[in-house]
C-alpha cells in the first residue's frame, strides 16, 4: 500500500505540532520517524490511524483518500508501546480475537493464527496463559495479534521499548524478518537513533513540527542536511569546529564524526574521558586554547590527561547551522 501524507497540519491550542508534512511511503517500505520525546511523532500516527483529525491536509492509500474514514474502516494494525493483551485469555485466544469478532470461520482462524505464531517463532507458547510469558514472549504476541488481520499497513509506536536491551536487540532483528516476509508497509515511531538506523529503509527526521531530513540511513549520516540531523544521528553526535581550524572561512562551521579524524597531526587535544562501545574506543577530548569538545575514534587507549595530535581527513561544511557541502 503506498501511502500519502499531504500537507498534514495539526495544532493542540495555538502550539503548532506538526507542520505542512508531506511525504510518500511506498509499498513494502520500513519507514520510521525518528524524533525527540515531544516531537509529535505519536500524533502523527494517531492522525494516520484515524484516531486523531488533521486539522489541515490529507491521507492517501493507494490513491484514495482516507482522511475522514473512521479507525475500524482503514485496514490498518496499530502496534503501542503499551499494547494490551487480554489477560484471562491463551495466547492463542488473544491472537484469534480479532478474527473472531469478524466471524472468520473456525477452522480459517486455526489457519491464521498457527501461521502467524510460525512467522513469529511463539508456536510452542500457544496454551499458555498470556500472564505466564515473558515481556518479550507478549510482545511478539500483540504483533502476532495486529499482523493476523492481514492488515493494508503497519503503524508502530515504540512498539519494542519496553523490552530488556538484549530481547529489543533480537526483537529488531525479528521484526525486520518479518516486515520483509510479509512485504509489509511499515510505519514505526522511535526516538532512539540506533534504532531508526538499524530498522529503517528510510528514517524522516521529525524536528519543529517538520521533516527537516528524509533519506536513507547512510545518507542521514554522512550528509545531513542541518546541525541538528547531525548531532542527533550517530552514536555521538557529529563534532564541529570552527572553519579556520582547518583554514577554511571563519564564518563556516566544519563537522566531522569521530572516525572522520586520525590520531598525528598538526591539531593538539587533552583527553578528558575515554569510552569503549564494542571493539572501538572514543576519546572525548578538549581542544587546546579552545574550550570545544570533540570525540575520536582511536585504535589506541590513551588516558585522561593525556595530550594527543590528530588531524581531520574528512568533514563536512555547514553555514547557519546548514549543510553547504
Ligand atoms: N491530546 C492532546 N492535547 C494537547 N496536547 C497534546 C495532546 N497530545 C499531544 N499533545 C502535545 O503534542 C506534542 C507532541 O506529542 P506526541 O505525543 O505526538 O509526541 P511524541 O513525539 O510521540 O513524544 P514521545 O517520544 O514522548 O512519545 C507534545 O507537546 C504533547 O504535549
Ligand atoms: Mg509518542
Redesign the pocket.
Known sequence: MMIELQEITKK?GS?V?LDDISEKIETGEFFVIL?P???????LLKIMAGIEKPDKGRIIVDGKDITNLPPEKRNIAMVFQNYALYPNMTVYDNIAFPLKMKHIKKEEIDKKVKRVAELLKISDILNMPVTRISGGQQQRVALARAIVREPSFYLLDEPLSNLDARVRLIARGELKRIQKELNGTFIY?T?DQKEAMSLADRIAVLHEGKFEQVGKPDELYEFPKTKWVAEFIGEFPMNFLPGDIVGEDNSIEIGFRPEWAKIGGDLTAIVYSVEAVGENIYLFCKLKNKDLSIVILSEERYDVGDEITFKIIKYKKFKEGKLIS
Open positions: 493542540y502550539k505540532v524524533g520525546s515531544g516531537a509529535g511523532k505519536s500524533t515511531v526516538h
